[in-house]
């Protein structure tokens, strides 16, 4: 029997994942990017992304996690050097005593009762062991050891050397141009160079952009844009992993999180939260004097030492928002051969491991813990601006 064919388009973190599990599985894979691989503007290209379990009382994405690290540890094992590095989480609440139900309790709460050894951190431990921080400010929290984060880019630039060496036909600066369809069956996709890529199915993985390419799905899904801000102090040392592991600031109500100083004693500082509402692809990229000051004066309150380090960097990058802050990965339901996997949410590097299986199952119509949540839909109700922390 002739090998089944896919044309992805998109090659980030889930379309790439995708092409390396199918062509494990066996099938022609052609994966078509508009641009270079890693694409400057995609969602997945950065210095860092956290990977953690800590999902408040959310079972699904702590047991995806979970099996999510243990495959960055496997990926680990395979490459030159290791581009998940398991920090740990430290994650802080300004309140006295983490509050019952919140982001941080509940997530507390679930890992214990899970047998994970978090060590809770109050404001004298803040002090003792994460002295960068203003510990006058954070009451209560906890550090997760079983978290880390990934250096994004580098993986993406992993990932596709893989796919490359599995026989994936990957077609840099190769902009998506529209479908090729026999009635209501997409056959393939056309691309802005003039050429034809014919398939038996075609996965649509252009993270953030999909609303633009399916405007239809424009109700669940929306664009939006988030500063990052890197900075590199003169005197790394306060922010070395030891002393200073990824983190979440009273996040809930503050959106702030971190990492430590990486290879280039660059330390990250971004937001999670509402963003920008981004209407066209080809707006710019641009992170505002307001969006720096905003994150000198959370420095300035909780991590002085950091608040006039010289900027290295700043990005704006797009989250593919859902209305419920689920994924999308499912088969079109008006077309068939086109599945979709889409609505990041801000929160979907950390399970590259684990995406290839979930996105090729998805595509054969297998079984697969969980898929089931990311499903085809319209806006859920009650959950209409839900959002993952
Ligand atoms: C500021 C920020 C911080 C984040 N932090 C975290 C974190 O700490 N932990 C975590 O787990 N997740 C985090 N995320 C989310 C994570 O980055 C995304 O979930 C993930 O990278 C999405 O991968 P993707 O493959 O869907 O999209 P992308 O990585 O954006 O890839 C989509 C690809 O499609 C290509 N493309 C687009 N349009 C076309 C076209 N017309 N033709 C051809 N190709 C096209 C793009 O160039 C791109 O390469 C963060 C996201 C942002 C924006």
Known sequence: MAARSIVIVGAGAFGLAAALELAHRGWRVTVLEQGAVPHP???????????RMDYGSDALYTEMARRAIAGWETWNAQWERPLFHRDGFLILTREAEMPAGGFEQASFALLTNRGMPLQRIRRADLAQRFPAWNAARYGDGYFNPNAGWAESGAVVTMLARRCCRQGVSLHEQAPFAGFLERGSTVCGVRDKQGGEHRADCVLLAVGAWTPFLLPELRPLLRTTGHAVLHFRPEDPRPFSASNFPVWAADIA???RYGFPANADNIVKVAKHGAGLEIHDPAQPRSVTEADIADGR???????????????????QCWYGDSTDGDFLIDHH???????????DSGHGFKFAPILGALLADVIERKPHPGAERFLWRNPRAGREEARHI
């Open 253 to 255: 109500r503050t959106g």
């Open 297 to 315: 004066q959370f420095l300035h309150e909780s991590l002085p030492a950091l608040a006039d380090a010289p900027l290295a960097g700043t990005r």
């Open 333 to 343: 339901p008006g077309r068939r051969g086109l599945v979709v996997a889409g609505g």
């Open 41 to 51: 503007d995609a969602a997945s290209t950065d210095i860092s992304k956290v990977v």
